[in-house]
């Protein structure tokens, strides 16, 4: 019941999806609709995602100084954690799920709203494919907007470590600039920004998916 | 002309349309009234297209719509105009940019060609110069004109009115109506319009079908709703006291003039 259930919308999500893929009606309505999104989405979210990114850095910079004090592990490492962590894992996920909330309730609320007040009937019987023209910009915008967003967290986030660590004497301005710049492995920022675009692709379809079906 | 032929609507087990035929005509005001929950919306939604039937056509002229194709069903759709009951103007949007959406989206026009349309049909309407203005900022009589005026901003040959006058004062209401009626005889577009408002039956009621329970009680035009013996019509029509009194009052001049027009 449950996995019929959920072919059922799976199914009909990628009908939503493949439906807003047609070509749209007219270039310039859907990239000054994209243009739109992509402030709402990218400068609407600036403050919310720095604010959190610091906190993420200083907190780990300032728990792992914690668990490594007294231990043969030397102190540089702790500006080798925040970068790693805050690149492989808190940057995209924490931000994406502080965005999941603000973005996602945000077109939830924009498309719900609508429905509603009969909008997307209006433009159904002007002829314009709804999914195309409110579904899409969304999508693009935010597929675009979010990983920028997510690599500004990530830095946000060693800035943060260095702010909770440094200036506090937990080890030195050297140690963790040494920290920063070891094992760097490249890799890791492709992982973070293939995250961010899954993230940020879920994140824009499924609450539309949920008002405008 | 649209014709419906023997249309089937059901939601879960509930057959709310149950063989609807009928047809509306061209240059008139088509009137679908009927109780609340009798099934207009969903009639007129099945009309405009937005639901598909259970069974039955829907044809625009010599079309039937719901064998078309989604780039044929726009075609049409590019020739319809809607009103809606609360207007479902875009809110983060001018009057001037709501009524150029259609424009914006479909057509080719320069924007000095689409500005000089708008200001049209915002005179059409009566209200010119509120181009820069919310619709957070008009009333809500003035909203439904803004709504009329997207609907014809394309020039439509089909017009479909979901409730214009509900939420308006009697006065406002009557502007309406003889809004849609005169456009609906200047352009010879085919209208059709949900209503529950008496007024409008009885003003602007060219072709009127009554539903109840999911099919056509009754039908004829404004001058017959008077004469009708059909109990649903008058229940419906002249549901209060008052409304009956009047009724009384009417068809007993009616008779007065009859008899006097024989003694002559």
Same mark, same amino acid.
Not at chain 1, 31 to 45: A, F, L, P, V
Not at chain 2, 4 to 11: D, P, V, Y
Not at chain 2, 13 to 24: L, M, N, W
């Given at each position: 019941?449950?996995?019929?259930?959920?072919?059922?919308?799976?199914?009909?999500?990628?009908?939503?999806?493949?439906?807003?893929?047609?070509? @749209?009606?007219?270039?310039?309505?859907y990239?000054?609709?994209?243009?739109?999104?992509?402030?709402?989405?990218?400068?609407?979210?600036?403050i919310?995602?720095?604010?959190?990114s610091?906190?993420?850095?200083?907190?780990?910079?300032?728990?792992?100084?914690?668990?490594?004090?007294?231990?043969?592990?030397?102190?540089?490492?702790?500006?080798?954690?925040?970068?790693?962590?805050?690149?492989?894992?808190?940057?995209?996920?924490?931000?994406?799920?502080?965005?999941?909330?603000?973005?996602?309730?945000?077109?939830?609320?924009?498309?719900?709203?609508?429905?509603?007040?009969?909008?997307?009937?209006?433009?159904?019987?002007?002829?314009?494919?709804?999914?195309?023209?409110?579904?899409? @910009?969304?999508?693009?915008?935010?597929?675009?907007?979010i990983?920028?967003?997510?690599?500004?967290?990530?830095?946000?986030?060693?800035?943060?470590?260095?702010?909770?660590?440094?200036?506090?004497?937990?080890l030195?301005?050297?140690?963790?600039?040494?920290?920063?710049?070891?094992?760097?492995?490249?890799?890791?920022?492709?992982?973070?920004?293939?995250?961010?675009?899954?993230?940020?692709?879920?994140?824009?379809?499924? @609450?539309?998916?949920?008002?405008?079906? | 002309?649209i014709r419906?032929?023997?249309?089937?609507?059901?939601?879960d087990?509930?057959?709310?349309?149950?063989?609807?035929?009928?047809?509306?005509l061209?240059?008139?005001?088509?009137?679908?009234?009927?109780?609340?929950?009798?099934?207009?919306?969903?009639?007129?939604?099945?009309?405009?297209?937005?639901?598909?039937?259970?069974?039955?056509?829907?044809?625009?002229?010599?079309?039937?719509?719901?064998?078309?194709?989604?780039?044929?069903?726009?075609?049409?759709?590019?020739?319809?105009?809607?009103?809606?009951?609360?207007?479902?103007?875009?809110d983060?949007?001018?009057?001037?940019?709501?009524?150029?959406?259609?424009?914006?989206?479909?057509?080719?026009?320069?924007?000095?060609?689409?500005?000089?349309?708008?200001?049209?049909?915002?005179?059409?309407?009566?209200?010119?110069?509120?181009?820069?203005?919310?619709?957070?900022?008009?009333?809500?009589?003035?909203?439904?004109?803004?709504?009329?005026?997207?609907?014809?901003?394309?020039?439509?040959?089909?017009?479909?009115?979901?409730?214009?006058?509900?939420?308006?004062?009697?006065?406002?209401a009557?502007?309406?109506?003889?809004?849609?009626?005169?456009?609906?005889?200047?352009?010879?577009?085919?209208?059709?319009?949900?209503?529950h408002?008496?007024?409008?039956?009885?003003?602007?009621g060219?072709?009127?079908?009554?539903?109840?329970?999911g099919?056509?009680?009754?039908?004829?035009d404004?001058?017959?709703?008077?004469?009708?013996?059909?109990?649903?019509?008058?229940?419906?029509?002249?549901?209060?006291?008052?409304?009956?009194?009047?009724?009384?009052?009417?068809?007993?001049?009616?008779?007065?003039?009859?008899l006097?027009?024989?003694?002559?």
């Open positions: 019941m449950l996995f019929s259930r959920f072919l059922y919308h799976f199914g009909r999500y990628l009908i939503m999806m493949g439906t807003g893929l047609a070509r @749209p009606e007219k270039g310039h309505m990239y000054k609709e994209t243009m739109r999104q992509m402030n709402d989405i990218g400068i609407g979210s600036l919310i995602v720095g604010l959190i610091i906190f993420i850095g200083a907190v780990t910079a300032v728990q792992f100084a914690y668990q490594l004090d007294g231990t043969l592990v030397p102190q540089y490492y702790i500006g080798y954690i925040v970068r790693d962590s805050t690149i492989i894992e808190l940057a995209p996920t924490i931000t994406c799920l502080v965005l999941a909330g603000k973005v996602g309730s945000n077109i939830a609320a924009e498309i719900g709203g609508m429905r509603q007040k009969e909008h997307i009937d209006a433009m159904e019987i002007m002829g314009v494919n709804t999914s195309g023209y409110l579904v899409m @910009p969304k999508v693009v915008a935010s597929i675009v907007v990983p920028m967003l997510v690599a500004l967290a990530a830095f946000i986030s060693i800035i943060g470590g260095y702010a909770a660590s440094v200036p506090t004497g937990l030195s301005h050297v140690e963790f600039v040494q920290g920063v710049r070891s094992f760097f492995v490249e890799r890791n920022i492709m992982l973070m920004f293939i995250k961010s675009v899954v993230f940020a692709l879920i994140l824009t379809s499924v @609450p539309a998916y949920q008002d405008i079906t | 002309m419906a032929e023997n249309l089937f609507k059901t939601f087990d509930h057959e709310v349309i149950r063989g609807i035929s009928s047809e509306f061209k240059g008139k005001t088509n009137l679908i009234i009927g109780r609340s929950g009798a099934g207009k919306t969903v009639l007129l939604k099945l009309l405009v297209g937005l639901i598909s039937p259970t069974s039955g056509s829907v044809w625009y002229d010599n079309v039937d719509f719901f064998s078309l194709d989604k780039k044929q069903k726009r075609f049409i759709r590019m020739k319809v105009g809607m009103l809606f009951q609360a207007s479902a103007l875009f983060s949007m001018t009057v001037e940019e709501n009524i150029r959406f259609p424009l914006d989206m479909f057509t080719n026009m320069t924007k000095k060609e689409k500005l000089s349309r708008v200001d049209y049909c915002l005179d059409r309407v009566n209200l010119p110069g509120i181009n820069k203005k919310y619709p957070s900022e008009i009333s809500g009589g003035m909203q439904k004109r803004v709504g009329i005026a997207r609907a014809i901003v394309m020039q439509p040959e089909y017009l479909f009115c979901d409730e214009p006058n509900s939420g308006l004062d009697p006065k406002t009557i502007v309406i109506d003889e809004l849609i009626r005169s456009i609906t005889l200047e352009n010879n577009i085919t209208t059709v319009i949900n209503t408002d008496m007024n409008s039956v009885m003003e602007i060219d072709n009127i079908i009554l539903i109840h329970e099919v056509i009680a009754w039908r004829g404004k001058a017959e709703v008077l004469r009708s013996d059909n109990q649903i019509l008058q229940n419906f029509i002249f549901a209060s006291p008052f409304l009956q009194h009047l009724r009384e009052a009417a068809l007993e001049r009616q008779n007065e003039l009859t006097r027009m024989d003694k002559k």
